[in-house]
């Protein structure tokens, strides 16, 4: 098992940057695959980013490409989204998720573990 817990989040103005945090504790870390997500109030939780169940390639949203970056550090047991050229359309409470792979990277289901989310406020 493991768990999960994000931190960064805050208020940003449009055009701004944030970097969110996701550090992971109990089993191995490496062991993994991760992603991020993000539900805004009225919505569905919907993928952000993510790496494919080979660990490999990262994946993202259409509406998030070019403008985010998905990263990890081993050594830290930790997960990051780098989010540039923030949008108002990007606030949301972001969430990280684990599962031990072999499933679709898109899919909220596909994920076993969740942190408690960090919220991110992106102002015009």
């Known amino acids: 098992q493991v768990q999960l817990v994000e931190s960064g989040g805050g208020l940003v103005q449009a055009g701004g940057s944030l970097r969110l945090s996701c550090a992971a504790s109990g089993r191995t870390f490496s062991s993994y695959i991760m992603g991020w997500f993000r539900q805004a109030p009225g919505k569905e939780r919907e993928f952000v980013a993510g790496?494919?169940?080979?660990?490999?390639?990262?994946y993202y949203a259409d509406s998030v490409k070019g403008r985010f970056t998905i990263s990890k550090d081993n050594a830290k047991n930790t997960v990051y989204l780098q989010m540039n050229s923030l949008k108002p359309e990007d606030t949301a409470v972001y969430y990280c998720?684990?599962?031990?792979?072999?499933?679709?990277?898109?899919?909220?289901?596909?994920?076993?573990?969740w942190g408690q989310g960090t919220q991110v406020t992106v102002s015009s």
């Open positions: 998720g684990a599962h031990l792979g072999g499933r679709n990277v898109y899919s909220v289901n596909s994920y076993d573990y």
């Open positions: 790496w494919g169940w080979r660990g490999g390639s990262a």
